[in-house]
């Protein structure tokens, strides 16, 4: 299986996003916590040069506290301060908005001498689709004036929103590579929701998370995810079988033999995580 994705919208987008940049202070980059990794476009860092970045690691409260910590730890040893939000709940939100204030009064420090008057600070959320970045506008804002839903794709166009007198905010479309050289990130992405549907298969992507699970529990990674996820949710043990063997016997013995109603429960299950706290990534250390 290839995964691949790049409709017309988001082409498009990167093209206005790239003219809107020159504008922008600050950047807020905000990353899928499951996968920091897989939701870093290769072209952030010369897209924001020159300018401040903050990293918002969004969904921290589907991996375990002891997760975070490690990404923390790691992001600091490259020399970045990772800002950890759960959007939906509105937790984090606020030293995220400090974050670009503080970076728009240095802006307005140096216009100021150079004889200019101060202007709101003008920054932008990038990231990957269904990332969670209208959430967290619609949290900067304290009002749902945004459109936001769990799924890729819903914001098609760029728009200036005003969140105070001090901060002016630039949605942005979820913006992908062209090409995903890296196949395995890609299967991360189809897992966690966070590319669009119409570039993979269900169950595939499905035998790919159970495959992920087996090898995490195989290994004995209890940072990663709790004691036997599919066992304790579906009561059907996955040692004794190959994973798509384990699809099969799942439909065959819980949704009346339909193997493509049963991929779509085990992803939605892992994405509401009912699977319980799943990272599917660690530091590159760890």
């Known amino acids: 299986m290839t995964i691949q994705w790049y409709p017309g919208h988001i082409a498009k987008a990167e093209r206005e996003l790239k003219e809107q940049l020159k504008r922008v202070d600050v950047v807020l980059e905000v990353r899928d916590a499951r996968i920091p990794l897989a939701t870093h476009h290769p072209l952030v860092n010369q897209w924001v040069s020159g300018k401040t970045r903050v990293l918002v690691l969004n969904r921290v409260d589907m991996i375990t506290t002891a997760v975070q910590q490690l990404w923390v730890s790691w992001f600091q040893q490259q020399g970045d301060v990772p800002y950890c939000t759960n959007a939906q709940q509105g937790k984090g939100i606020s030293v995220v908005a400090q974050a670009a204030q503080a970076a728009g009064e240095s802006m307005n420090q140096r216009r100021r001498d150079r004889g200019m008057r101060p202007r709101p600070v003008r920054a932008v959320v990038i990231g990957f689709p269904n990332v969670g970045k209208s959430a967290l506008i619609n949290r900067l804002l304290g009002r749902r004036i945004v459109a936001s839903a769990r799924r ?16 002016e905010l630039l ?41 992920f699970l087996k090898d995490l529990e195989q290994a004995n990674s209890r940072e990663l995810l709790p004691p036997s996820p599919l066992g304790k949710r579906y009561q059907l043990e996955p040692t004794s079988f190959t994973s798509e063997d384990y699809l099969h ?28 706290k799943i990272a599917l990534e660690l530091p590159p250390n760890e």
């Open 249 to 276: 016997t799942l439909a065959n013995e819980r949704y009346q033999s339909n193997v493509e109603r049963t991929a779509l429960q085990l992803l939605n299950d892992f994405r509401k995580g009912l699977l319980g």
């Open 152 to 167: 890729a794709g819903v914001t098609r166009q760029l728009r200036w929103v005003r969140i105070s007198e001090q901060i």
């Open 171 to 211: 949605d942005a479309p979820g913006i992908i590579p062209v090409k995903l050289n890296n196949q395995q990130q890609a299967l991360k992405l189809a897992i966690c929701d966070d590319i669009g549907e119409a570039s993979y298969d269900n169950q595939q992507v499905a035998v790919a998370l159970i495959e």
